[in-house]
């Protein structure tokens, strides 16, 4: 088990407390899709600059099992690494792509 401090980016978290007005579930969920985003945006770029292949159909699926009384997200894109997990993990409203498209655009 890792332990850490959790930061939080003041410039992203005001539009999270704005939509505060919702139900955690609906926020909750409305990240996750974010995060698989992310990944096909992560990928999109990584495959502009040859790191690996374009993903010619992006896709983020939900599926719902109600005999497991589960949803699964899925997407196509990239993952994060260790290190990637250690520094975006403990941060509250950070998106890791935005990040990410500005060391390509360093490129």
């Known amino acids: 088990m890792q332990k850490g401090k959790i930061r939080i980016n003041t410039e992203n978290i005001f539009p999270i407390i704005k939509k505060a007005v919702y139900s955690d579930h609906e926020i909750f969920l409305r990240e996750l899709v974010s995060n698989s985003v992310d990944a096909i945006s992560k990928r999109r770029m990584a495959s502009f600059a040859g790191d690996c292949e374009n993903c010619e159909s992006p896709q983020v699926k939900i599926t ?3 005999e497991k009384n ?3 997200i899925s ?3 990239i993952g994060m690494n260790d290190e990637e997990i250690k520094k975006y993990i403990n941060q509250v409203a950070f998106s890791s ?3 990410f498209l500005r060391k390509i655009q360093k490129r």
């Open 75 to 77: 997407d196509n894109g």
């Open 64 to 66: 719902l099992d109600r």
């Open 97 to 99: 792509a935005e990040e």
């Open 70 to 72: 589960t949803l699964t």
